[in-house]
């Protein structure tokens, strides 16, 4: 079992930057996968970038060259950068683990102005 913990949301202007964390209480070295989920209202909730426990990554072709997904293991601790944000990255961003089972946090509201 994990408990995730969403962090660094926030309202900022197109072209602008974000960095989330997701803290995780256990180690994450074991976690065969973790990514980050988003949906808008209206919307179903997608995929936006996952990384491996062997660090290899994977991201929606509408963030691709603008968001990274890292992570520290040593915090237990995943991170999503996210630059030049466009209004359509607006939503409630959720960080997965996938283990035998899928946990998710809360979640953390990003708001991309116009």
């Known amino acids: 079992q994990v408990q995730l913990v969403e962090s660094g949301g926030g309202l900022v202007q197109a072209g602008g930057s974000l960095r989330l964390s997701c803290a995780a209480s256990?180690?994450?070295?074991?976690?065969?996968?973790m990514g980050w989920y988003r949906q808008a209202p209206g919307n179903q909730r997608e995929l936006v970038a996952i990384?491996?426990?062997?660090?290899?990554?994977n991201y929606a072709d509408s963030v691709k060259g603008r968001f990274t997904i890292s992570r520290d293991n040593a915090k237990n601790t995943v991170y999503l950068q996210m630059n030049s944000l466009k209004p359509e990255d607006t939503g409630l961003y959720f960080c997965?683990?996938?283990?035998?089972?899928?946990?998710w946090g809360q979640g953390t509201q990003v708001t991309v102005s116009s």
């Open positions: 997965n683990a996938k283990m035998f089972d899928d946990y």
């Open positions: 256990r180690s994450i070295f074991r976690i065969n996968a």
């Open positions: 990384i491996t426990g062997f660090g290899s990554t």
